[in-house]
């Protein structure tokens, strides 16, 4: 057989095998986009004065998912994580007693967040509404937050699912929404439960400044939802100022460490707990699972 005639098989068989291979990789890919996702897991510590805890490192942290132990592939201190923040007001008829000190109390933490942090100002009430988004001016803020008045009923359900598409839509790490209120959920078009599985399903960390009497509040909903996503539940009388607890949040966000795992994506909920074994002493604060829609 001529060499030519050898050379020309051997360059149509090394194509095909190529092409055969091809659809493989590119299946692979596929699959591993698909089947396996990032979880983000972040986890406040503190000592037992209450202070934060900073300088640990990977090798403290041991994360477990459905009680089997995960390998954490990305790992952040601190501020180097960036927030994409959402902030919910309350301007429902109730709050005519208390808007100025939320409006007082938002606009002051405003001035606490720079870039990269993202960050947005919700109202509700009767209805759902953006009143000002980074990078939009302090000036603009101030505006927006002087023309606001009480009135209506308060649709918070509605509102928190509004900011939690918001948030998610950044790129930005961590995903958090703020939400300062004083009583519940009176007129939303959703439930709690919607509410609920979207949370677990996004990952947002919430945080309820419920303001006034606590008999007024649905401490259940309120507090399932906090402990649920990792964030907390602050009660404060009207007469207190909402920046101290607003500047809470603040430091804790800012002192979180960031854990994060590949799992597969298997239908159903999954649990999550983070232990440290060698540092027992050390009180951890995180998400308590998360939802993979089926």
């Known amino acids: 057989m001529p060499r030519s ?3 020309t098989r051997m360059f ?3 194509r095909i095998i190529i092409l055969l291979l091809i659809p493989v990789a590119i299946l692979a890919q596929q699959t591993l986009k698909v ?3 990032l979880v983000n897991v972040f986890v406040t510590v503190q000592d037992d004065r209450g202070e934060f805890v900073t300088g640990l490192t990977k090798d403290d942290f041991v994360v477990y998912e459905d009680d089997q132990p995960q390998q954490i592939s990305v790992f952040e201190k601190d501020s180097a994580v960036r927030s994409a923040l959402g902030v919910l007001l309350d301007t429902s008829g109730s709050v005519v007693d208390i808007l100025p000190h939320e409006t007082r109390g938002i606009r ?3 001035k606490t967040i720079s870039f990269p942090d993202q960050y947005s100002v919700i109202t509700f009430g009767t209805s759902v509404k953006l009143i000002h988004r980074s990078p939009d001016t302090q000036r603009h803020l101030e505006v927006a937050l002087q023309g606001l008045k009480p009135y ?3 649709v918070l359900f509605d509102a928190m699912l509004y900011a939690m598409d918001r948030v998610n839509a950044s790129d930005n790490e961590r995903k958090a929404l703020v939400i300062l209120t004083d009583g519940n959920d009176n007129g939303s078009t959703i439930e709690y439960g919607r509410v609920s599985q979207e949370a677990q399903l ?3 960390l919430l945080y309820f400044v419920a303001i006034g009497s606590p008999i007024l509040v649905d401490k259940h909903t309120v507090e399932a939802l906090a402990d649920d996503s990792g964030g907390r539940v602050f009660y ?3 007469t207190d100022s909402v920046m101290p607890y607003l500047d809470k949040i603040r430091a804790e966000l800012s002192r979180q460490y960031y854990l994060g ?4 994506r298997t239908p159903g909920y999954h649990r999550i707990r983070v232990d440290m074994p060698r540092r027992s002493n050390l009180k951890l604060h995180t998400r308590s699972g998360y939802l993979v829609r089926r």
């Open 35 to 37: 089947d396996v996702d």
């Open 152 to 154: 209506g009923t308060s």
């Open 236 to 238: 404060i009388p009207k």
């Open 108 to 110: 002051d933490f405003a």
């Open 261 to 264: 795992y590949y799992a597969s």
């Open 202 to 204: 996004s990952g947002v």
């Open 5 to 7: 005639t050898v050379y």
């Open 12 to 14: 149509l068989t090394s």
